[in-house]
């Protein structure tokens, strides 16, 4: 679905600055985009799924039409990783956990693995691996697809699989085949989180980054390790009959002791929650994020536009002219790919430095090493941000100071401006504007 902006007012009109808000589902249709994309629009992604859905809105030429992101990547603007775990708690949580004792007795009936799954043919093609894994290994399989093993009536619509009567049955099993329909980074649903909260060590295919999400080091086996399904089935042979080596897995748990820095960041700066009423929802959450970055890039632009340029009898003064402000201000964007505009143009984004001088007081003879300094970076519509900083200019005001203080003084205001624009500090360079003012 797609949601339009008007923005309020004459004031915000007067900017020419206008929104499109894109919220994009399942069943989103790329050829609904507005094309083509104005320079002066901001569009913000919304897709919470995999590429498996809408694998479109993920190539190149798509992803990077868009300013603002709310994805699975840990890149996007407002990340969603962790859009299927409620807390940290609730892998600590002994809730469901079943002790080791009673789920070998319940091996005499069950198999050590379990597999649910309804959706029979996902890119990952993980029904492919498991029917090989299955050729080795005993698998209870309760969904449609290889299924084997029926569930009780009440619990085979798909809305109980939050059901607790259909928790307790996963828990009872030693391993869970966590396989997502994707083979993204960062794609990570409740195949994951789900066995982690039963106390069941999953089986994982997915994420090619999951070891960035895990609780511990030590707390689910990685398809990825193995070869051959049946090295896997191996595998989780001889944790089966180990009671020792099969817990290992489950030690994060039953300390309660989550050793991962990146998990325990990434849900304590989560600025939304999920299934709690005193937190915003991602939905909500990102709509308040896009306003908030567009009105502070409205905020730079302006700001870039007010600055002063100081004019002296000595120079012309097209070569303070101030370039265009097109490009957007703001830094990377959503994925593997840049931002929907790059990252930082010194060129169109900060103030448009002409010639930087050069026609004007050239080094002398002496000062070779500097002039070659000077003309080794573009300066065609490119600003002092180009060259090294302040470090440079100083150099350079130093060695020139006797030449033409005026000249010199100015060119180095504008460079304390363009730096005050950077740093958001604008009394910096009003301050070198007056010094040149009092001359």
Known sequence: MRVDISQAGKRDKMRGHSLKLLHQGTDFSIDSLPLPRKEYHDWALFHEESPKNNYKL?????????NHTATFSRHSHLPLTTQYLEDVEVLKSLRFMI?????????????????VQSDCNPPSDRDSYVRELMCHIEVDSYGEC???????????NPA??????????????????????????????EKLWRPLKLGVVPVYFGSPSIVDWLPSNKSAILV???????????????????????????????????SNPRLLTAMK????????????????????????????NIRRKEKVNVLPVPIT?????????????????????????????????????????????????????????MEKRLNSTPHSGTC????EREKVLEEYVSYELGKSTLFRLAWLTRVHLTLAYEREDISRGLSALESVEEL
């Not at 993920?58 to 868009?66: G, N, R, S, V, W």
């Not at 290889?146 to 085979?156: K, T």
């Not at 939304?272 to 929802?281: A, C, E, R």
């Open 269 to 296: 700066e989560r600025k939304w929650g999920l299934g709690d009423v005193t937190q915003d929802n991602y939905i909500d959450t990102f709509e308040c994020m896009v306003c908030n970055r567009v009105w502070e």
């Open 384 to 387: 002092l941000l180009a060259l």
């Open 160 to 189: 109980a699989m939050d059901d607790g009567n259909f928790l307790k049955i996963l828990a009872q099993y030693k391993f869970i085949l966590a396989f997502e329909n994707a083979i993204c980074e960062d794609y990570i649903t």
């Open 99 to 115: 002790p080791l004792q009673m789920k070998n007795s319940l091996r005499k009936r069950l198999a050590p693995l379990v597999y």
């Open 224 to 258: 990825s390790n193995f070869s051959h399904p049946r090295e896997l089935a191996q595998y989780i042979k001889t944790l089966d009959r180990n009671d020792e080596e099969y817990e290992s897995y489950l030690q994060w748990k039953l300390k309660g002791d989550i």
């Open 58 to 66: 993920f190539h190149e030429a798509t992803i990077t039409l868009f």
């Open 313 to 369: 009898p000595e120079l012309d003064p097209r070569v303070f002219q101030v370039g265009s402000h097109q490009s957007r201000v703001e830094g990377l964007n959503p994925l593997h790919c840049s931002a929907g505009h790059t990252a930082f143009d010194a060129g169109q984004d900060a103030i448009g430095f002409q010639g930087c001088g050069m026609e004007l007081g050239r080094p002398s003879a002496e000062k070779e090493p």
């Open 146 to 156: 290889l299924h084997n093993r029926d569930l009780p009536q009440h619990l085979r």
